[in-house]
């Protein structure tokens, strides 16, 4: 009966099936793929915020989770992804059996960060939130019209200085290019037809940093321009911000 009253669970994830196929076999006469929705901005009244930044693999980047294994007496932790061995910094000596960080208890599969960024104590300004939309066209005029008035609600909860982006897919797959509104360019991808990553780049132009148009920042600091934080070089062509894109996306 919980499972009924929330679908998605504690971590905000609904996948399509609710078993794994155990081949390819079974996967190929699945009807409908195997894929999952995640809401990573998901409310949750039991979600734990934790003050300090979370350990990261060295190798892939994975943050430490309750799925890693753990030696207590080596004071080291394997990558459930890659598995690189990662060592504990000092400030983790005391973990133990007993005492064990919250980010390791089974329970929390989902936890938040509290995290002093660019910002916080410096004149660096913090990067600005992204919001990308993807919205599914594949519905009748009725449905489209309320994620229309969705997606403008929505505008109006972000904050001002957020960079919005927009991609719509149907038969076909488009990446709308909203940094000039006065030219409304948007790039169509085949639905029908598999494309590589390093094809999408090249012809969204972000192949290279060496593209027209690129702007090379510090990483980490976004262009600051009439005291409104902006997404920088060949990137801003597709990001523009919240308080900006209204119109544009209305038209």
């Not at 064990?100 to 960024?117: D, K, M, N, R």
Request: include cysteine.
């Amino acid at each position: 009966m919980a499972e009924m009253v929330d679908p998605d669970g504690p971590d905000g994830v609904r996948m399509t099936w609710n078993s794994w196929p155990r081949s390819k076999v079974e996967a190929s006469k699945c009807v409908v793929p195997i894929a999952c929705v995640y809401s990573p901005i998901r409310t949750s009244p039991d979600l734990l915020v934790l003050p300090y930044s979370p350990l990261r693999c060295k190798s892939c980047a994975c943050i430490l989770n309750p799925h890693c294994r753990v030696d207590f007496s080596g004071k080291f932790w394997i990558c459930p992804f890659c598995l690189q061995r990662n060592s504990f910094p000092p400030h983790y000596a005391m973990i133990s059996e007993t005492n064990v960080p919250a980010e390791l208890f089974p329970q929390y599969t989902t936890i938040e960060y509290a995290l002093s960024g660019p910002g916080v104590g410096s004149d660096i300004p913090a990067p600005p939130p992204v919001f990308l939309f993807v919205l599914d066209t594949c519905v009748i005029e009725e449905e489209l019209g309320f994620v229309k008035s969705a997606l403008r609600q929505a505008l109006g909860l972000i904050p001002e200085n957020a960079l919005v982006g927009l991609i719509t897919f149907g038969t076909q797959v488009h990446v709308h290019e909203l940094g000039f509104p006065d030219l409304f360019k948007t790039y169509i991808f085949r639905g029908t037809k598999e494309i590589s990553k390093e094809q999408i780049l090249d012809q969204l132009g972000l192949a290279g940093q060496r593209a027209a148009g690129y702007q090379k920042v510090p990483a980490g600091r976004p262009v600051v321009a009439n005291g409104m934080t902006t997404a920088s070089g060949i990137v801003g062509r597709f990001l523009l911000s919240a308080a900006d894109c209204e119109y544009t996306l209305n038209s």
